[in-house]
């Protein structure tokens, strides 16, 4: 399985990007995808995760009403679209997938079996 994380660059606070994650080999439609970040110095942290339906989705309090995750099984894609971007939001972004384990593995980098190389996001203030 192998996971292609794109879409970061650079953007002023307040505005808006978008990162995608294209999934090839063998991914499942079933699998469950998430999105994690890891900014300079902390540890990597939980960002959206949803299940292979889209009926449920997850966010962490930091992003919530300003991210959202979508997926796309015909296309085997996960998208993140990020809207009043804040300095804090300042991170490599990384794709995962993997079988659903239930939700309280989702927030957890361990419920995932496959990773993206990541995606770099800069909001400047």
């Known amino acids: 399985v192998q996971l292609q994380a794109s879409g970061g660059g650079l953007e002023q606070a307040g505005g808006s990007l978008g990162v995608s994650c294209a999934g090839s080999?063998?991914?499942?439609?079933?699998?469950?995808w998430g999105w994690f970040r890891q900014a300079p110095g902390k540890e990597r942290e939980f960002v959206a995760a949803i299940t292979w339906s889209g009926s449920s989705t997850f966010y962490a309090d930091s992003v919530k009403g300003r991210f959202t995750i979508s997926r796309d099984n015909a296309k085997n894609m996960v998208y993140l679209q990020m809207n009043s971007l804040k300095p804090e939001d300042t991170a490599v972004y990384y794709c995962?997938?993997?079988?659903?384990?239930?939700?309280?593995?989702?927030?957890?980098?361990?419920?995932?079996?496959?990773w993206g190389q990541g995606t770099l996001v800069t909001v400047s203030s």
């Open positions: 080999g063998r991914t499942r439609s079933t699998y469950v």
């Open positions: 995962a997938t993997g079988p659903q384990r239930g939700p309280v593995y989702y927030s957890r980098g361990a419920g995932y079996d496959y």
